[in-house]
């Protein structure tokens, strides 16, 4: 009898979890695929992936040509 309760619990955990992973791609969210931070390009303004830009002085940019 525990084990069916703990089944039971254990799908209920799950479905929630599922869930709540699916909604906010259901609703389409703003953020990037991999929630990634969107800088602007202190020359031109383009917005590009922190990871993608080039960081220099201080200042970020969209492109090595950007940068110097
Ligand atoms: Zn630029």
Not at 38 to 67: L, R, Y
Request: hydrophobic letters at 40%.
């Amino acid at each position: 009898m525990i084990k069916l309760i703990l089944v039971m619990l254990l799908g209920w955990a799950g479905f929630t979890l599922f869930k709540k992973y699916l909604k906010p791609t259901l609703n389409g969210t703003v953020k990037t695929e991999s929630g990634e931070k969107m800088v602007a390009c202190s020359v031109c303004e383009t917005h590009i992936p922190e990871s993608d830009a080039i960081i220099k002085n201080g200042k970020t940019f969209c492109s090595k040509e950007h940068s110097e």
